[in-house]
């Protein structure tokens, strides 16, 4: 009867365990899945005059991994930006996607 207690007491912390483990990755999916996209990132540090030559969406872009002033970065141009004198608007984001590094235009 003992050995039964001590199974089944063993059974139940594995179980338990086990849900805590797996309800921690769920936790942590979500939250990544609720980080800011680069492209918001970068058009959130926008001032309104340049974020107002994106016509569509902040989506409509290319993100690249780039060096940046000696470090890992994203670059994100925005397309249909290009103005006659300016080109392209270009912003440079930190691997950690929240940072922004600088930003330029293609011309």
Known sequence: ??????????????????????????????????KVSVEMTAFNSLPQEEASRIAASPKDSTVKQVQYQEQDAYEVTFHHTETESLGELVVYIGMDRETVLGQKNTK
Do not use: D, H, N, T
């Open 1 to 34: 009867m003992r050995v039964f207690r001590y199974s089944l007491l063993s059974v139940i912390v594995l179980i338990g365990s086990s849900l805590i483990a797996a309800g921690f990755a769920v936790m942590s999916k979500m939250e990544e899945k609720q």
